[in-house]
């Protein structure tokens, strides 16, 4: 199933298929109508992430690139150096709903051994308002709108780590020495 699901998304992008009509040609179809109708679904739903992607592709590649090289002309260190910075233990704050009550993680940084802080960057306005500085903040969307999580910016010594197509405004808020850089592999979906 799975490689018949592979091969039809890529003839749906080779093709630029947008639609496909399942015709029932034996009585095979209705004896295993269950599994016709499992396998039908399924290639729906790839026929459509294949036209969501390709549309998200359109819509962000060129921002992608243009992101790219205005990046590359700034001053970054690698990802690798990371460990410098980093402790032995490390807690990942995300945007989630739970990000909303912190007092897990308000205890948890009130031990004698604090774990370092990295945080995604959409959850910045709600530690800046809670008063929790991270160690490192990722970085990873190529749209400008990403760069208001870094506002209003409270912490000079933050580290960033960003994928190489972040917004460039986002990098520009850090020091270069507190730059650091890695660049994502994009794979290709199914």
């Not at 800046?128 to 903040?137: F, L, M, Q, S, T």
């Not at 970085?139 to 190489?164: G, H, S, T």
């Not at 197509?165 to 794979?187: D, E, I, M, N, Q």
Request: aromatic share 6%; proline share 5%.
């Amino acid at each position: 199933v799975e490689a018949l699901r592979r091969r039809v998304a890529a003839e749906c992008r080779r093709r630029g298929v947008r639609r496909i009509e399942f015709l029932r040609l034996s009585g095979g179809a209705g004896v295993n109508r269950k599994a016709y109708d499992t396998l039908s679904d399924l290639v729906q739903r790839d026929l459509a992430d294949v036209w969501n992607n390709r549309a998200t592709e359109i819509v962000l590649g060129r921002r992608w690139l243009a992101n790219t090289f205005s990046n590359a002309a700034l001053a970054a260190r690698s990802a690798d150096d990371l460990c410098d910075i980093l402790g032995d233990s490390v807690l990942l704050i995300g945007a989630g709903p739970s990000v909303n009550d912190l007092s897990l993680v308000q205890s948890v940084l009130s031990e004698s051994r604090r774990p370092s802080v990295v945080a995604l960057d959409t959850s910045l306005p709600i530690l800046a308002e809670r008063g929790i500085k991270p160690d490192v903040v990722v970085a990873m969307d190529a749209q400008l709108y990403n760069a208001f999580d870094l506002v209003p910016w409270r912490w000079d010594d933050v580290a960033l780590l960003a994928d190489i197509t972040c917004h460039p405004s986002v990098l520009r808020k850090f020091p270069p020495a507190r730059r650091y850089l890695f660049v994502s592999r994009f794979a290709p979906v199914l």
